[in-house]
Every structure is written in C-alpha cells, then in structure tokens.
C-alpha cells in the first residue's frame, strides 16, 4: 500500500510518501510544496493544487493520511489553512483515493506510543521508523511521514477513523 501524508498549509504543504508491506515501511518520496507570501491567495491555492496533481499521477497513492484541522488563535489563518485543506481533500477525491484523517493525539499516539508526546520524540520516531539518516525537513516534510506512518499502523484497526 502506498500511503501519502499531507501536512496541510498554503505556504508549505508538507508531503510524504511511503509504501507499507508486511509491516515493513519503505520511503517513497517527501519534500514540501511551497507558495511565496507575495502571491495572491487564489493563486498560492492553485499552485498547490497543480503540485498535488503531479504527486498523485506520478505515485498513484492507494490513501491519503491528513490531520484533522482544529483552530487556534489566529482565525485568519486557519481559515486560511482550511482552504489549502480543502484544496487537498478535493483533489485525493478527483484522484479516487480514499481519505483518512487522524488527531494529533493519534498520531504521536501511533508513532511514538505515547499520545502526549513531544514533536521533537514524533519526528525522531519518524526518522527511525523509515530508516532516514536524519529527520526531514522542513518541520512540515517530517510531519507529513508521520501521518503516513499513523495510517499503516492504523489501516485494518478500530482506531481507524474514515
């Protein structure tokens, strides 16, 4: 199964590819999608959009892993975030690839072992898992595998949210 976690952002989106068999873990591919702050908002969406489309036609991913939005202070931008979210959800159901949306809590939870774990223990984790030689980057890159890394684990299981 190949499984791509979305980190979702519209300045960075981070991205991560992984193929899960027989509880092994393969890197596929990761980096970020980036929009410069100049740009104008519908602009920054599109480009994302366009990147996404090159991601999904190039790896075919069989689901998409993505963390479920909860607000902060800032309301700008995280309606801002939602929109590139919603860009990115529109785009795994134009590509018929099922989507999967974790907390935060289930994926230091499903990585780590502990749901309150610090990001610094989840990327570590991330990076030992997948056998990287250090943790990606940016921050964003990391935390995209590790929403891969929450789906294998939790594909098949009762923690599985659809």
Known sequence: MVILGIDPGYAIVGYGLIKYEANRFGVVDFGAITTPANMPFP??????????????????????????????TNQKTAIDVAQARGVVLLTAKINNVPIFEYTPLQVKQSVVGYG??????VQEMTRQLLGLSAVP???????????????????GSLFLNR
């Open 116 to 121: 309150r774990a610090e990001k610094k223990q």
């Open 43 to 72: 602009d920054r969406l599109q480009s994302i959009y366009t990147d996404l489309c090159f991601l999904f036609e190039k790896h075919r991913p069989d689901a998409l892993s993505i963390e479920k939005l909860f607000f902060n």
């Open 137 to 155: 980057k940016p921050d964003d890159t990391a935390d995209a595998l590790a929403m891969a890394i929450c789906h294998a684990h939790c594909s």
